[in-house]
Protein backbone atom coordinates (compact mmCIF):
# COMPACT_ATOMS: atom_id res chain seq x y z
CA UNK A 1 0.00 0.00 0.00
CA UNK A 2 1.33 3.60 -0.30
CA UNK A 3 -0.17 5.58 3.01
CA UNK A 4 0.10 9.15 3.64
CA UNK A 5 -0.55 11.02 7.57
CA UNK A 6 -0.64 13.82 8.18
CA UNK A 7 -0.06 15.91 11.61
CA UNK A 8 -2.23 17.52 13.16
CA UNK A 9 -5.47 16.89 12.37
CA UNK A 10 -7.47 19.69 13.71
CA UNK A 11 -6.19 22.77 15.05
CA UNK A 12 -7.18 26.24 16.27
CA UNK A 13 -4.94 29.02 17.13
CA UNK A 14 -4.88 32.40 17.37
CA UNK A 15 -4.48 35.36 14.62
CA UNK A 16 -0.58 36.24 14.51
CA UNK A 17 0.79 32.74 15.73
CA UNK A 18 2.33 30.30 13.31
CA UNK A 19 1.20 26.83 12.77
CA UNK A 20 3.16 23.73 11.80
CA UNK A 21 1.71 20.93 9.66
CA UNK A 22 3.78 17.41 9.27
CA UNK A 23 3.33 15.58 6.09
CA UNK A 24 4.74 11.84 5.95
CA UNK A 25 4.82 8.88 3.68
CA UNK A 26 4.60 5.84 5.81
CA UNK A 27 5.70 3.19 3.58
CA UNK A 28 7.55 4.74 0.41
CA UNK A 29 10.14 7.47 0.25
CA UNK A 30 8.64 10.63 -2.04
CA UNK A 31 10.66 12.82 -3.59
CA UNK A 32 8.22 14.99 -4.06
CA UNK A 33 5.71 15.86 -2.37
CA UNK A 34 2.75 18.50 -2.95
CA UNK A 35 0.61 20.90 -0.82
CA UNK A 36 -3.10 21.31 -1.18
CA UNK A 37 -6.18 23.90 0.16
CA UNK A 38 -9.26 23.36 0.22
CA UNK A 39 -12.12 25.88 0.57
CA UNK A 40 -15.48 24.44 1.96
CA UNK A 41 -17.71 22.93 -0.63
CA UNK A 42 -14.64 23.71 -3.56
CA UNK A 43 -11.61 21.84 -5.17
CA UNK A 44 -8.27 21.46 -4.29
CA UNK A 45 -6.26 24.19 -5.31
CA UNK A 46 -2.40 23.29 -5.29
CA UNK A 47 -0.50 25.70 -3.66
CA UNK A 48 3.23 24.76 -3.69
CA UNK A 49 5.50 21.32 -4.66
CA UNK A 50 8.02 20.64 -2.20
CA UNK A 51 10.97 18.64 -3.00
CA UNK A 52 13.41 16.76 -1.41
CA UNK A 53 16.58 18.92 -0.58
CA UNK A 54 15.71 21.62 -2.48
CA UNK A 55 12.99 24.70 -2.76
CA UNK A 56 9.78 24.66 -2.98
CA UNK A 57 7.76 25.55 -5.93
CA UNK A 58 5.29 27.89 -5.16
CA UNK A 59 2.12 28.56 -7.93
CA UNK A 60 0.88 31.58 -8.63
CA UNK A 61 -0.61 33.53 -5.62
CA UNK A 62 0.89 31.62 -2.77
CA UNK A 63 3.23 33.94 -0.78
CA UNK A 64 6.20 32.17 -0.18
CA UNK A 65 7.51 34.23 3.45
CA UNK A 66 3.72 33.14 4.52
CA UNK A 67 3.90 29.52 3.87
CA UNK A 68 7.04 27.63 4.42
CA UNK A 69 7.80 24.52 3.14
CA UNK A 70 10.20 22.48 4.21
CA UNK A 71 11.15 18.29 2.97
CA UNK A 72 13.98 17.49 5.01
CA UNK A 73 13.81 14.07 4.47
CA UNK A 74 12.52 11.63 1.72
CA UNK A 75 9.59 10.64 3.94
CA UNK A 76 8.53 14.22 5.16
CA UNK A 77 7.15 17.38 4.65
CA UNK A 78 6.35 20.11 6.57
CA UNK A 79 4.03 23.33 5.74
CA UNK A 80 4.35 26.20 8.03
CA UNK A 81 1.65 28.75 8.34
CA UNK A 82 3.59 31.81 9.46
CA UNK A 83 1.58 34.65 11.29
CA UNK A 84 -1.85 32.92 10.78
CA UNK A 85 -5.13 35.20 10.07
CA UNK A 86 -8.50 33.52 9.74
CA UNK A 87 -8.62 34.01 6.10
CA UNK A 88 -6.38 31.21 6.38
CA UNK A 89 -8.72 29.33 8.04
CA UNK A 90 -9.18 26.45 5.65
CA UNK A 91 -8.41 22.10 4.77
CA UNK A 92 -4.81 21.89 3.77
CA UNK A 93 -4.19 18.33 2.36
CA UNK A 94 -1.10 17.29 1.22
CA UNK A 95 -0.13 14.56 -1.03
CA UNK A 96 3.27 11.87 -1.51
CA UNK A 97 4.53 10.90 -5.18
CA UNK A 98 5.24 7.51 -5.45
CA UNK A 99 7.27 6.43 -8.61
CA UNK A 100 5.50 2.99 -10.11
CA UNK A 101 6.27 0.91 -13.16
CA UNK A 102 2.77 2.35 -15.04
CA UNK A 103 3.43 5.59 -13.87
CA UNK A 104 3.82 8.07 -10.43
CA UNK A 105 0.63 7.87 -8.55
CA UNK A 106 0.10 11.05 -5.63
CA UNK A 107 -1.17 9.60 -2.21
CA UNK A 108 -3.09 11.84 -0.48
CA UNK A 109 -3.05 12.65 3.46
CA UNK A 110 -6.15 13.00 5.40
CA UNK A 111 -6.28 16.66 5.49
CA UNK A 112 -5.50 19.29 8.61
CA UNK A 113 -8.39 21.81 9.28
CA UNK A 114 -7.23 25.15 10.47
CA UNK A 115 -8.85 27.47 12.74
CA UNK A 116 -7.42 30.95 13.20
CA UNK A 117 -9.20 32.88 15.75
CA UNK B 1 -4.77 25.87 -19.78
CA UNK B 2 -5.66 22.79 -18.05
CA UNK B 3 -9.51 23.08 -16.71
CA UNK B 4 -11.63 19.83 -15.52
CA UNK B 5 -15.51 20.56 -15.77
CA UNK B 6 -17.81 18.24 -13.46
CA UNK B 7 -21.04 19.61 -14.46
CA UNK B 8 -23.07 18.22 -11.94
CA UNK B 9 -22.32 19.53 -7.87
CA UNK B 10 -25.05 16.85 -7.13
CA UNK B 11 -26.17 13.62 -7.74
CA UNK B 12 -28.48 11.19 -6.24
CA UNK B 13 -28.98 7.67 -6.86
CA UNK B 14 -31.44 4.81 -5.40
CA UNK B 15 -28.79 2.17 -3.46
CA UNK B 16 -28.53 -0.49 -6.29
CA UNK B 17 -29.16 1.49 -9.07
CA UNK B 18 -26.50 2.22 -11.81
CA UNK B 19 -24.03 5.40 -11.45
CA UNK B 20 -22.51 7.92 -13.71
CA UNK B 21 -20.45 11.02 -13.19
CA UNK B 22 -19.23 13.03 -15.59
CA UNK B 23 -15.96 14.65 -16.14
CA UNK B 24 -14.55 16.90 -18.81
CA UNK B 25 -11.37 17.83 -19.57
CA UNK B 26 -9.27 20.59 -21.70
CA UNK B 27 -5.72 19.61 -22.40
CA UNK B 28 -3.45 19.88 -25.46
CA UNK B 29 -2.03 16.90 -25.24
CA UNK B 30 -2.76 13.46 -24.10
CA UNK B 31 -3.94 13.60 -20.45
CA UNK B 32 -3.12 11.76 -17.34
CA UNK B 33 -6.70 11.68 -16.14
CA UNK B 34 -7.80 10.51 -12.59
CA UNK B 35 -10.83 10.28 -10.14
CA UNK B 36 -10.53 10.31 -6.48
CA UNK B 37 -12.77 9.76 -3.88
CA UNK B 38 -12.95 11.80 -0.54
CA UNK B 39 -14.63 11.08 2.38
CA UNK B 40 -15.71 12.97 4.88
CA UNK B 41 -12.66 13.38 7.48
CA UNK B 42 -10.65 11.33 5.13
CA UNK B 43 -7.99 12.35 2.87
CA UNK B 44 -8.80 11.32 -1.41
CA UNK B 45 -8.48 8.00 -2.55
CA UNK B 46 -7.43 6.77 -5.69
CA UNK B 47 -10.21 5.18 -7.56
CA UNK B 48 -8.19 4.97 -10.68
CA UNK B 49 -6.00 6.67 -13.61
CA UNK B 50 -5.74 6.62 -17.35
CA UNK B 51 -2.68 7.29 -19.18
CA UNK B 52 -2.52 5.62 -21.88
CA UNK B 53 -3.73 1.87 -23.62
CA UNK B 54 -7.25 0.65 -23.05
CA UNK B 55 -9.53 3.57 -22.86
CA UNK B 56 -11.42 1.53 -20.55
CA UNK B 57 -9.72 1.77 -16.78
CA UNK B 58 -11.14 -0.75 -14.22
CA UNK B 59 -10.35 0.97 -10.54
CA UNK B 60 -11.30 -0.14 -7.00
CA UNK B 61 -14.61 -0.44 -5.32
CA UNK B 62 -15.83 -2.09 -8.60
CA UNK B 63 -15.70 1.57 -10.56
CA UNK B 64 -14.49 1.69 -13.90
CA UNK B 65 -14.46 5.07 -16.16
CA UNK B 66 -14.02 5.52 -20.18
CA UNK B 67 -11.40 7.45 -21.57
CA UNK B 68 -13.20 9.36 -24.83
CA UNK B 69 -10.58 11.43 -26.73
CA UNK B 70 -13.32 12.84 -29.17
CA UNK B 71 -15.81 13.97 -26.66
CA UNK B 72 -12.57 14.90 -24.04
CA UNK B 73 -14.39 12.92 -21.59
CA UNK B 74 -13.92 10.63 -18.80
CA UNK B 75 -17.04 9.67 -17.09
CA UNK B 76 -17.12 7.71 -14.15
CA UNK B 77 -19.37 4.52 -14.06
CA UNK B 78 -20.82 1.82 -11.57
CA UNK B 79 -23.15 -0.68 -12.22
CA UNK B 80 -24.67 -1.03 -8.75
CA UNK B 81 -24.19 1.58 -6.14
CA UNK B 82 -23.79 0.54 -2.22
CA UNK B 83 -24.73 3.36 0.70
CA UNK B 84 -21.19 3.13 1.39
CA UNK B 85 -20.38 5.00 -1.96
CA UNK B 86 -21.83 8.13 -1.14
CA UNK B 87 -19.28 10.55 -0.50
CA UNK B 88 -17.42 13.36 -2.96
CA UNK B 89 -15.98 12.46 -6.30
CA UNK B 90 -13.12 14.48 -7.82
CA UNK B 91 -12.10 14.20 -11.84
CA UNK B 92 -8.72 15.46 -12.35
CA UNK B 93 -5.90 15.89 -15.39
CA UNK B 94 -2.32 16.11 -15.16
CA UNK B 95 1.01 16.05 -17.06
CA UNK B 96 2.46 13.37 -16.05
CA UNK B 97 1.74 13.23 -12.19
CA UNK B 98 2.85 16.59 -11.53
CA UNK B 99 0.38 19.75 -11.05
CA UNK B 100 -2.98 17.73 -11.02
CA UNK B 101 -5.73 20.10 -11.46
CA UNK B 102 -9.10 18.69 -10.10
CA UNK B 103 -12.49 19.61 -11.07
CA UNK B 104 -15.07 21.05 -8.29
CA UNK B 105 -16.36 17.82 -7.43
CA UNK B 106 -19.90 15.81 -7.64
CA UNK B 107 -21.22 14.88 -4.30
CA UNK B 108 -22.89 11.74 -4.43
CA UNK B 109 -26.25 10.62 -1.92
CA UNK B 110 -27.68 7.67 -1.88
CA UNK B 111 -31.33 6.70 -0.96
CA UNK B 112 -32.08 3.75 0.86
Known amino acids: ?117 | AQSVTQPDIHITVSEGASLELRCNYSYGATPYLFWYVQSPGQGLQLLLKYFSGDTLVQGIKGFEAEFKRSQSSFNLRKPSVHWSDAAEYFCAVGEGDDKIIFGKGTRLHILP
Not at chain 1, 30 to 47: D, E, I
Request: charged share 20%.
Open chain 1, 1 to 117: GAVVSQHPSRVICKSGTSVKIECRSLDFQATTMFWYRQFPKQSLMLMATSNEGSKATYEQGVEKDKFLINHASLTLSTLTVTSAHPEDSSFYICSARKMGTRGDTQYFGPGTRLTVL
